[in-house]
């Protein structure tokens, strides 16, 4: 009980606001290794017991995850494509941003919605649409509606798994560990097929 009280005592010393800053800054390239599916299953199975207010986290990460999105998205745009100069550069080559551009004007709509479920894409996309000079009210739009279906559909899950599990509140560890480790197998699972397939 000792590592539970542990977990319990280090989500309630973040506190919302440190919840809000993790989902914030995680919508940043830098900053890609921040959790966010394990933090919102987990404090959603946190407020299944009492810990947390529920309907305070679901409005804390959609604000944040759109706020993070949309300062994503201008940093990529003012800052990040700026760099996109010198056609003789092996990373910043204009020639990129044309890439990017062609990806977004096919996939910006799927990328935007679909990739806030996915780790690691959920940090480069927003980023991306901004390089990509994707359309801002669109962007703004589809990131209203990732935002809400992620913040509302993750958090819901841990919340319910917490009042399904009988005497749920005695193993909240393990079950926090569990929870974080199978947010993190579908990364697990592409970065072990992109090392097959590279050998």
Do not use: C
């Not at 800054?25 to 299944?48: K, Q, V």
């Amino acid at each position: 009980m000792h590592l539970s009280l542990d977990i319990i005592t280090l989500v309630q010393k973040a506190g919302y606001v440190g919840i809000f800053l993790i989902i914030f800054l995680e919508s940043f390239p830098m900053t890609f290794f921040l959790p966010g599916d394990s933090l919102l299953f987990a404090t959603g199975f946190l407020a299944s017991q009492g810990y947390l207010n529920f309907w305070w986290l679901i409005a804390i990460y959609f604000v944040s995850g759109t706020l993070g999105y949309i300062g994503s998205y201008v940093f990529g745009e003012r800052i990040i494509a700026r760099l996109f100069t010198n056609p003789n550069s092996k990373i910043f080559n204009p020639k990129y941003i044309v890439y990017t551009r062609e990806f977004f004007t096919k996939y910006g709509t799927k990328t935007i919605i679909i990739g806030r479920f996915v780790p690691v894409v959920r940090s480069f996309a927003p980023a991306l649409a901004g390089i990509a000079g994707f359309t801002y009210k669109k962007f703004v739009n589809f990131t209203l509606i990732g935002v809400a279906g992620w913040s509302l559909g993750m958090t819901t899950l841990g919340y319910f798994l917490g009042k399904a599990l009988p005497r749920a509140s005695d193993y909240i560890t393990p079950i926090i560990v569990l929870i974080i480790f199978i947010s993190i197998l579908p990364t697990l699972w592409e970065w072990w097929k992109k090392g097959q397939g590279n050998r």
